[in-house]
Each structure stands twice: as C-alpha cells, then as structure tokens.
C-alpha cells in the first residue's frame, strides 16, 4: 500500500478516536534499534519509544532470537493450562519486586487489564469497594479505568461510582499555591480529608502512577509517597503502584519507580516496557492479597507463552546490559541537556522526570504559567521535521515527554537535544 492508501484506509475502516499527534499523521515503515523509519523513508530518532514501550530497542535481536525460537515450539495455550514461559516469568518478577514482597503474579495483555485485575483483588482483600485515585492521572482505556483516570479529556464515558480523586503532586502548579519544602508536602497530608470528607472512611485502596505519564511525567517530592501509603493503609486499603510506563528500569538504577521512594506497595502493575513491544501486563501482589481472589478466573491471551519469553528476554536482557545503570547515568546526561536548553529557551518552564522518563512543560510566560498550547504543537511539527520522535501530554497537552530506548548513549542525546534545540528555535519564528 501507498501512503495515501494507508491514510485513506485508516479513516474508512478505524474508529475516528484513534488520534494523531501531526497535521498529517506519520506512517511508519520500519524501525531498529533507536531508529524508526517512515514510508517515505526518512530516519528518525526515536525519544518517545510507542508510548514509553520500546524498553531495549526495536525489533531487539537477542530478545526476537527467543521469541522465534518461542513461536516454533509453542503459541498458544490459554490459562487453563500450566506453560514453562509463564511460571519462569513470574517466578523472575517475584525475585525483582521491592524487598521480594510481592511474589504472585496474573497475566494479562494490556496495562488496562492490569489495573482492572488490581482494583478488583483491592475490593476482594479489603471487602470495600471505594477507591482513591490522583488528578491529572491515567490508568487505561477501559470504562473502570476510565473511571480512575484524573483527566477529563480520557473520560469518555459517564463517572464511575465508589472513586473518588485527591489532589497530586504537581510542585509546578502546585493545588494549594505553595512551594516545596515549605509546604510540608500538604498535597500528601491532604489524603486524609479526602478519605474522611468524600469516603465512608473505609477504603479498598488506592492507586497512583509514581511518575505521572500522560498527567506530563509529574514527578513528587521525595516524601509524598511515605506519607500518603501510610494514610491509606490507616483507612484499611492497600496501595497500588501503577507502573505500567515507570517499571523495567525506566527511571534509572532500580526495577521500579516507586523504589525511589523507600515504600513496598501491596500491588505492582505493569506492562509497555515489559514485552519491548509484546503485548503483555501484569498484575503482582502480595501472597495475602493475591489470595484474596477466590473463584475462578481466566484470561484467554494472558500469559501467553509468546509475549512471557518475549518479557523475560527483555528482563535478561537490561540484567546483561546493566541498562539500570546506563538509564540513571544517560538519563542524567539527558535531564542536564533538556536544563541547558530551558537556558536558551523561555517557552521552556519546567524540566522534570527521572532517569530516561523526561519532560519540558510549555508556558508563554514564567511568571504566569500560561500552557503554550499552540506553541506546543508548533514544536511537535517542528521536531518531526528535524526527524526526531517526541510525545506530548499533561492536562493542558502543553508537555513535551521523552523516553527513548533504555540502551541509547550519549551520542543519541547529544543528537536529540542538537534537533530539538532546532526545533524550539523553528517553533519560535
């Protein structure tokens, strides 16, 4: 198929939902590596990585040499029968979640489906059905995700009973108007209120993203999640750590993203980097709470043995690599660049992430914080003329979010901040 063809077939035949960041949307060809390549057969630079999922790099060979092997032997199984691919994945995961806590594992395709088996496991173990979940968050695309999620642009749907939404992290347009540390981390303590004033007062759990992905990687204070894990367990819930976008090593020097913080959540759930492009998540929990799930269940793709050797392959892989140092260190060498350009820029008003999880919010003014909204999009357009892959995000979609492959170095952020630098400077004329 042409280009055109491609375009023209995608508006008869897809739901118009199905969105795109450019004028003209980008087909894509190809990819290895850190590359990607369109149908016209331009070469990008690729720091966005399908939505913070290509974890090791395009069609990674050591990872697809496992998984070609995987095709010839078995494909397809189904839950209701046991398969090596899958218990030596969960076992794996069990031995990389924090303090080796949370040893049980249910597999499914999706981030969505992971955080839908968790708030179902938080309602089984606590006997309560009300959550508490974050603005500016986003926990999946189905309806009772869609529910949790803090964002009205992603509710596409009527509300969800028994959730209710505390304020978030957000030290740049921080909800109370103060500033970080004179603040005492209010935002955190507010949980409290929230649970006595819009709850019964006895929840199931809640769940928070510790780096908010499409929210614009909102990254908190070193102290929020102590302090609200803590309230939530006072009010007999338990805490979920969505990391579907910041596990796998994502934000530098541990598995996940929460470890950064010192807190042991009761359930971990994940997906996107895991499978570098497999379609796999998981839901993994506590033995207690994991028990709680009583009945039967199943997940018909979940766990398949194709897309669990592809995730363990991914896992080994950043073992071989020892991608968790190259993505602190790289990441490091990224977040000093994007500082150097918030120098040169003034569109550019923050810089915030972790490890290879990075942003740049878009204002008009310091002072004021206007979003720069257009200006924003006049960046994307220009960044993919200079051949660079970047996302966009945040409640106002004036954030631009980077995540390129865990194994790229410094040559590959030297280049992208050298295009982006362009692109900023074309944006502006």
Not at 159 to 174: D, E, K, L, M, S
Not at 327 to 350: F, S, V
Request: proline share 4%.
């Amino acid at each position: 198929m042409t280009k055109q063809e491609i375009l023209l077939a995608q508006k008869e035949f897809l739901f118009p939902s199905v969105f795109h960041y450019f004028a003209e949307p980008l087909v894509v060809s190809h990819a290895k590596d850190q590359y990607v390549w369109d149908a016209d057969g331009n070469q990008y630079l690729d720091f966005f990585g399908g939505i913070v999922t290509v974890s090791v790099g395009h069609c990674n060979e050591a990872v697809n040499a496992k998984v070609h092997q995987q095709i010839d032997k078995l494909e397809h199984v189904s839950t209701v029968f046991a398969n090596e691919p899958q218990v030596e994945l969960a076992k794996k995961l069990a031995g990389l979640t924090p303090d080796g806590a949370l040893t049980k594992s249910f597999f499914t395709n999706s981030g969505t489906e992971a955080n839908e088996a968790a708030i179902l496991v938080a309602r089984c173990y606590t006997g309560s059905s009300e959550i508490v979940a974050l603005r500016h968050s986003y926990h999946g695309r189905s309806s009772g995700a869609m529910g949790l999620t803090g964002q009205a642009a992603w509710k596409l749907g009527p509300p969800q009973a028994g959730i209710t939404h505390a304020v978030n992290a957000y030290c740049y347009r921080c909800p109370f108007g103060l500033e970080y540390p004179s603040c005492e981390v209010r935002c955190a303590s507010d949980l409290e209120q929230v649970i006595r004033t819009t709850t019964s007062g006895r929840i199931a759990g809640m769940i928070a993203e510790p780096i908010q992905g499409i929210g614009g990687f909102i990254t908190p204070p070193k102290e929020y999640f102590g302090i609200v894990a803590d309230i939530v367990h006072r009010y007999g819930g338990i805490f979920i750590a969505d990391e579907v976008q910041t596990a796998w090593g994502r934000t530098g020097g541990k598995w996940f993203g929460i470890e950064h913080w010192g807190v042991t959540p009761d359930v971990i759930t994940s997906a996107k980097g895991l499978g570098n492009g497999f379609p796999i998540g998981v839901t993994i929990a506590r033995p207690e709470v994991a028990d709680a799930l009583k009945g039967a269940t199943i997940s018909t793709f979940g766990g398949n043995p194709v897309a669990t050797t592809a995730a363990r392959a991914v896992l080994d892989y950043i073992e071989d690599q020892n991608m968790l140092q190259n993505t602190e260190e790289t990441g490091a060498y990224l977040r000093e660049g994007l500082l150097g350009l918030k120098d040169k820029h003034p569109l550019i008003g923050d810089v915030r992430g972790m490890g290879l999880l990075q942003a740049l919010e878009l204002v008009e003014d310091r002072t004021t914080k206007v979003p720069a909204v257009a200006a924003t999009l006049r960046v994307m357009e220009a960044a993919r003329e200079n051949r660079i892959m970047v996302g966009k995000g945040g409640m106002y979609g004036n954030v631009l979010r980077f995540s390129p492959p865990m194994n790229i170095g410094r040559s590959d952020v030297d280049e992208f901040i050298k295009r982006l630098d362009m692109a900023f400077t074309e944006a502006a004329n």
